[in-house]
């Protein structure tokens, strides 16, 4: 137990920007160094988590905390993602409110949101490559960006299709 929360508490407190961000580092510690999953299993771990309603990391720590030890392995890789955002949140909005207008501060988080960007392209492109995503199916993630961010299309119902038509794809294929 103590290794699901020590493992998912050192993946929030080392990574910026969200559930995309730590996907580097959860690879890293999920797959290459502990092995508790396969690089295929991590893929659809992380398929998963994007798919369920709730917070990516979150949803990933519960899945692998559920694999390793059931329900309190969740509880515990739940905290564990969960809790050094928590009290970094809390520490930032207690001391935040006096350091708000200084324009060192500023800086600082203007100069943050580019690492963060590339911390969260590099794990889409691995995600991508690992998928099999290549010249000849790059239009699907392309085209459902263009969905929910120009069509104003709900991810929800992108999310609909996809399982459907996911579904419709491995029936029809096994008949053949």
């Known amino acids: 137990m103590f290794s699901l929360f020590y493992t998912f508490a050192k993946i929030g407190l080392f990574t910026l920007g969200g559930g995309y961000a730590m996907l580097p580092l959860m690879e890293q510690e999920l797959v290459n160094k502990r092995g508790w999953l396969t690089r295929p299993d991590f893929l659809d771990t992380v398929a998963i988590a994007q798919a369920a309603p709730g917070i990516m990391a979150i949803n990933v720590a519960i899945l692998v ?14 905290l564990g993602a969960a809790l050094p955002s928590f009290i970094i949140i809390l520490l930032i909005a207690v001391f935040f409110q006096n350091y708000q207008q200084n324009p060192v ?3 600082i988080f203007k100069g943050v949101r580019p690492a963060v960007v590339a911390l969260i392209a590099v794990p889409v492109f691995r995600l991508a490559r690992a998928a099999n995503i290549g010249w000849k199916t790059v239009w699907v993630p392309i085209g459902v960006a263009c969905l929910v961010w120009l069509g104003h299309v709900s991810p929800v ?5 996809a399982g459907i038509g996911g579904y419709w794809y491995a029936v029809n294929r096994r008949a053949q």
């Not at 905390?65 to 739940?78: L, M, P």
């Not at 119902?157 to 299709?161: E, S």
């Open 65 to 78: 905390g559920y694999k390793r030890a059931r329900t309190r392995g969740s509880i515990c890789a739940a």
């Open 105 to 107: 501060v500023n800086r």
């Open 157 to 161: 119902y992108v999310v609909l299709a």
